[in-house]
T-cell receptor
């Protein structure tokens, strides 16, 4: 079955610096890759997503890149702010599985003031 | 408009007790998913509904877990004879169409089995 690996498990960066989180997936049929942000005790919130026909997508300080050949995708956060501190999850899904999400284990992002 | 809601938000059960967790999806959303999230881990898929039809229940961990969505709107996840390993946050998500990628999550139900 599909498997998603996410690294690192914890990432600590200075406020204002950039943060990069990487994920790899196993099933080449995966075609949709969302990123969710989850603050402690709260619901996962979609922050950005990318489809397999696109290599990169950007939304203000957040960007996602996808390398289909290597089967990996990354989240980039620039000019980090304290409110970016949270756990970030990548996920992969495919239409043949009704878009059920296969999740990475999460990255705890800590922004140091 | 209103988002996905879940109730109760917290549930403490004694081992062996049955529990029922409710999910109210966004109005008009066709697809509904249940996920289980253990502490410090990513969510794991449990089951999927398209309207009232349960199209995939491959993620349900045992026959003690049962889900239904009889009218294609509200869904209930029932756990019979709860065990300590059932302790987790149970997340519900809905999406607009049957092949719509974006899922919107509820706040989850935190279940603690003593």
């Amino acid at each position: 079955g599909e498997n998603v690996e996410q690294h690192p498990s914890t990432l600590s960066v200075q406020e204002g610096d950039s943060a990069v989180i990487k994920c790899t997936y196993s099933d080449s049929a995966s075609n949709y890759f969302p990123w969710y942000k989850q603050e402690l005790g709260k619901r996962p919130q979609l922050i950005i997503d990318i489809r397999s026909n696109v290599g990169e997508k950007k939304d203000q300080r957040i960007a996602v890149t996808l390398n289909k050949t290597a089967k990996h995708f990354s989240l980039h956060i620039t000019e980090t702010q304290p409110e970016d501190s949270a756990v970030y999850f990548c996920a992969a899904s495919m239409v043949r599985a009704n878009y059920q999400l296969i999740w990475g284990a999460g990255t705890k992002l800590i922004i140091k003031p | 408009g209103a988002g996905v809601s879940q109730s109760p938000r917290y549930k403490v059960a004694k081992r062996g007790q049955d529990v029922a967790l409710r999910c109210d999806p966004i109005s008009g959303h066709v697809s509904l998913f249940w996920y289980q999230q253990a502490l410090g881990q990513g969510p794991e898929f449990l089951t999927y509904f398209q309207n009232e039809a349960q199209l995939d229940k491959s993620g349900l961990p045992s026959d003690r877990f049962f889900a239904e969505r009889p009218e294609g709107s509200v869904s209930t996840l029932k756990i019979q004879r709860t065990q300590q390993e059932d302790s987790a946050v149970y997340l519900c998500a809905s999406s607009l169409a049957s092949l719509s990628e974006t899922q919107y999550f509820g706040p989850g139900t935190r279940l603690l089995v003593l």
